[in-house]
T-cell receptor, first 113, second 118 residues
């Protein structure tokens, strides 16, 4: 069974600082996909960044980047120059080759002005 | 506009009644998903479907049923066997990027349905 673990239920950081959200997963698959989603108070799920397991290079999207450690089954999200609009729930997700998409329990991130 | 639509946004039902949540997409996606979201528990997978006329149980399928008779529709029925049906339900769809085989894309989510059973 595939599982996704987010060990930080809540985090807060000052505006403009950098914050890293942790995610680990458990799988016996070699090929899979990893995602970070953001859920603001509106509850609309928004994709932040994605990573294919076969790619060694870490994905980046503007202020968002990941640290993908395949051997350690770790997939952390780094947010640089944090902004007030980054305040949201953040979910890590894992998709296996059979398209089963599993989410973690989330991290509530608050950016402090 | 292409998208995924869940209706209604809020739904109230009496205990013991079955209720069906609607999920429709016009993105031509093959895969569709249903999740339940409770405070502190993230998104838990109820059912998913990779293709029309086929679906698989997720991690918390007990008390729920689905059908996938059309590509664009994936309704979820919450039955009276579901012990704690009050929750926020999210539907999602995803498909390969057009014209590029074997390039999996992210899931697109609906706005959700808040079900309250009294």
């Amino acid at each position: 069974a595939q599982t996704v673990t987010q060990s930080q239920p809540e985090m807060s950081v000052q505006e403009a600082e950098t914050v890293t959200l942790s995610c680990t997963y458990d799988t016996s698959e070699n090929n899979y996909y990893l995602f970070w989603y953001k859920q603001p108070p509106s509850r609309q799920m928004i994709l932040v960044i994605r990573q294919e397991a076969y790619k060694q290079q870490n994905a980046t999207e503007n202020r968002f980047s990941v640290n993908f450690q395949k051997a350690a089954k770790s997939f952390s999200l780094k947010i640089s120059d944090s902004q007030l609009g980054d305040t949201a729930m953040y979910f890590c997700a894992f998709m296996n080759p059979n398209e089963k998409l599993t989410f973690g329990t989330g991290t509530r991130l608050t950016i402090i002005p | 506009d292409g998208g995924i639509t869940q209706s209604p946004k809020y739904l109230f039902r009496k205990e013991g009644q079955n209720v069906t949540l609607s999920c429709e997409q016009n993105l031509n996606h093959d895969a569709m998903y249903w999740y339940r979201q409770d405070p502190g528990q993230g998104l838990r997978l109820i059912y998913y479907s990779q293709i029309v006329n086929d679906f698989q149980k997720g991690d918390i399928a007990e008390g729920y049923s689905v059908s996938r008779e059309k590509k664009e529709s994936f309704p979820l029925t919450v039955t009276s066997a579901q012990k704690n049906p009050t929750a926020f339900y999210l539907c999602a769809s995803r498909g390969d990027r057009e014209g590029i085989q074997n390039v999996n894309t992210e899931a697109f989510f609906g706005q959700g349905t808040r079900l309250t059973v009294v």
